[in-house]
């Protein structure tokens, strides 16, 4: 076993340094994980700029993390040495009413592995044997790399109900938005139309398979939208979370629509027209993270083939070059920033 172990530290977009810890040994019911492949999420670049209202700087990041099982401690020897897994990186109490009617997802005391919690952007980290899923064979570790961005939008769409035969709307194309409009065609969406300020984001979300994008700036983006879905959207999911983007959502969705928002919004309130969503029955519903169900999903829906890897994954960095890989995610060329771990 090494003795060096090197770990991603956040203090800032501008002060991303390695820093060298202990080896870490794999208590009871763990798993001690060699990282392979770690992606780089919103969250995580929302976080290094000091925006995200629910993690603090300085921070350890990594929860969107493949690797190899090294050392099993008492419990977990269901996992031999060598097996390829991922992280499901939410954090459960397992006790409150949440835990206990399967929606660990919003637990009551939900910590977020590598947001909370020292993550797996390291060389080596443990996490207990429960909060991994074994790797398919079949799938390399990049493909591995994009199961947890998937779960989110495939938890986002399981909420919107039965979506066959419906409109939607996505607003946003960045990573998230981009895998809310593969789970959302893959779900039966018989039209989408997606929203962004970039072009280039809009040329993206028409090649992977919307029916037409919309500067999310434009004068006329409802209108514009309703041409491409012809009339309002069934089911409208806020990728963006922001005054904006809330606005534009209540404009797009039909009367006794559906807004799921799936981006973190910004801390602070947000102006929301109830006016309209009273007189139209519009319901607005928040979504958060996943379960082993969405996960199971995910990994199935990247098996199969729905899930172009090769059109999200835009960029691998090595580790000692974490500072330049957070740097390039808020890059617009960009979808989903890897970082490749090669251990010392």
Do not use: W
């Not at 006790?95 to 909370?116: P, T």
């Amino acid at each position: 076993m090494p003795q060096r172990n090197r770990r991603v530290l956040v203090r800032s977009m501008d002060d991303i340094s390695i820093e060298e810890v202990p080896v870490p040994r794999p208590g009871d019911n763990e798993l001690l994980i060699r990282s392979s492949v770690v992606g780089i999420c919103g969250s995580d670049t929302h976080a290094a700029l000091g925006h995200h209202p629910f993690i603090d700087l300085p921070y350890r990041p990594g929860h969107e993390v493949v690797g190899t099982v090294a050392a099993v401690g008492a419990g977990a020897e269901d996992f031999a040495p060598g097996t390829r897994v991922i992280v499901e990186p939410n954090l459960y109490c397992g006790r409150c009413a949440q835990c206990r009617s399967g929606r660990y997802n919003i637990c009551r005391e939900l910590r977020v592995f590598g947001c909370q919690t020292p993550g797996g952007m390291a060389d080596l980290f443990t996490i207990p044997a429960d909060r991994v899923h074994r790797v398919p064979e079949a799938m390399s570790d990049l493909q591995a790399a994009l199961v947890e961005p998937l779960a989110t939008p495939v938890h986002a769409v399981a909420r919107a109900g039965d979506l066959t035969g419906r409109t939607v709307a996505v607003l946003g194309a960045g990573p998230i938005g981009l895998l809310v409009l593969a789970a959302a065609r893959h779900a039966g969406a018989a039209r989408i139309v997606v929203t962004d300020l970039l072009e280039t984001k809009r040329e993206r979300a028409v090649r992977l398979g919307a029916d037409g994008a919309v500067p999310a700036d434009a004068a006329g983006l409802a209108g514009e939208a309703r041409d491409i879905l012809g009339g309002p959207a069934d089911v409208v999911f806020d990728c963006v979370a922001r005054e904006q983007s809330m606005a534009q959502a209540v404009d797009l969705v039909d009367k006794g629509g559906r807004i799921i928002v799936v981006g973190v919004g910004a801390p602070g309130p947000t102006p929301v027209r109830l006016d309209l969503v009273q007189d139209r029955e519009i319901r607005i519903e928040g979504t958060l993270m996943y379960t082993a169900d969405d996960y199971r999903t995910a990994l199935g829906l990247i098996t199969s083939g729905v899930i172009d890897t090769d059109a999200i994954i835009t960029g691998t960095f090595a580790l000692e070059d974490a500072a330049e890989a957070f740097a390039a995610s808020l890059a617009p060329e960009h979808v989903k920033v890897l970082i490749t771990v090669t251990g010392p």
